[in-house]
């Protein structure tokens, strides 16, 4: 039986079809191929030894006696080539045109899954992450970042080694400002934050908890847009992303690439999306907001429904998505 939802922070509506499940599908996209093409690596502009072929690099880590631009590194932060934003303001457009786009480049070998990475990779990576929105924070002109991530074709990749994206910029997006709106109404209203209702009971007895860590819960939202849609959340319940200490981050990588491993299991091999969502720098810690790390499977495009209603048609409950994703985990 169908069932329709609104999520209180992001607003969004989705629809629960579980008969969607069980429809035809004619089409078929295999989102990793089982062999790499010779003409994939030469083609490839992040691998190691073509340098050259990106911008100067703004952040590495690299092995010891290594130079800037060079070979030896194990990930690379390098502004894309191809910006959504211009780094440079021009008055005669107006001043929030201003923007940072980089590129982390998350191995130095052509992989186009992030899940074959080890556990030091992934901590490299989100240490990496830490540092940029560090950066940009002193940046006086802008206002808001955001880091995402994108695997496959349906999860919008044009580039098959893998990597992630930083967006930076004076805008904030109207998502982020509905987030926040909702997240200061609640906390004034209550005491509490809107974000606990996520791994708490709801009125009708659903809890998304998947499990917690000494550091963060893991939860599938009450109104989850993509079949098990997952959300990593801090228990300190801090606002800021780069508020996060070592400790954290090691957590964090380690719970991202269990996770991540897990959705595979269940899933297969599939394409996704990853969000850091964390609030604009301005944002005070009194303000209700908590950052969080957001999984986006994408198992199937986004068609003409989506598109003309802004609302999602999701035929797996997050309570299902749970229940696997526990079983899963814990094996």
Known sequence: MSEIRTDPLTGYTTIFAPERAQRPIALSLDPTPSEITQEQLESDPFAEGKEDETTPELYAV???GTQP??????????ANKYPALTPYAVAACGSNHYGVHEVIVECPQFETQITRLGSSQFQEIFRAYRQRVATHREDPQLDYVIIFKNQGILGGASLGHAHSQLVASQMVPEA???ELKAAQKHFAETGSSLFETLFQ?????????VMSTPHF??????????AFETWIIPRTLNTHFDQS???????????????????????????????IQTPPFATSDQSGYTWSL?????????????????MYINPVFPEQAVEMLKKQLDS
Request: aromatic fraction near 10%.
């Open 245 to 275: 200490t070592d400790q954290e981050l090691d957590d964090l990588s380690d719970l991202s690439r269990r996770l991540l491993l897990a959705l595979e299991d269940i899933l297969g091999s599939h394409d996704f999306n990853f969000v």
């Open 217 to 226: 819960y893991v939860v599938c939202p009450y109104a989850s847009r993509f």
């Open 201 to 209: 009971k709801q009125p009708n007895g659903v809890s998304g908890l």
């Open 69 to 78: 631009n060079q070979p030896g590194w194990q990930l690379r932060v390098v």
């Open 176 to 178: 982020m400002q509905q």
């Open 62 to 64: 690299r092995s010891a």
């Open 294 to 310: 957001r999984v986006y499977p994408r198992l199937a495009h986004l068609a003409g429904f989506e598109l003309a209603t802004n």
